[in-house]
């Protein structure tokens, strides 16, 4: 019996670790009641990491190329909740985002690609993908 215990509050102990070990992520896309197209994107998480970055893509509508045809930025995070609040505007309307949040960001002395266009465009590119969100930005209709 007493070896039972033992496991099982082990077992508990390493699981709240473990918990406290996890990042996440949820995207919320508002919509406006009057027309049913998207006005704003709510991403809220939290990060387990004592920094990490949260990369931002937003596509407008008819985006053939997402890497230069895409709105890309990030934002640096500390450990613990995080909270960003993105407008929509009229390009925006029918495409799509992704939101990511990345472990390691590697400075363009250090990488180790062949070609990285983010490197040449940025001086950096990031590794250690951790969370991963995507959606589209459409008219929603009889809701």
Known sequence: MRCTLL???????????RAQETSEMTVEVVINADHGWPTRILVHGKSHLPE?????????????DPIT????????????EFSQEISVDQPLLGGSFEFAIWG???????C?????YWCKVNGYHFEDLIVYKSGLLNKMEGY
């Open 7 to 17: 496991i099982a509050t082990s077992l508990l102990l390493f699981s709240g670790l």
């Open 52 to 64: 990490a970055w949260l990369g931002i893509s937003l596509y407008p509508y008819g985006v053939l």
């Open 69 to 80: 045809g895409g709105r890309h930025s990030h934002v640096t995070l500390k450990k613990g």
């Open 104 to 110: 390691k960001k590697v400075d363009k002395v250090d």
């Open 112 to 116: 180790t690609l062949d070609y990285c």
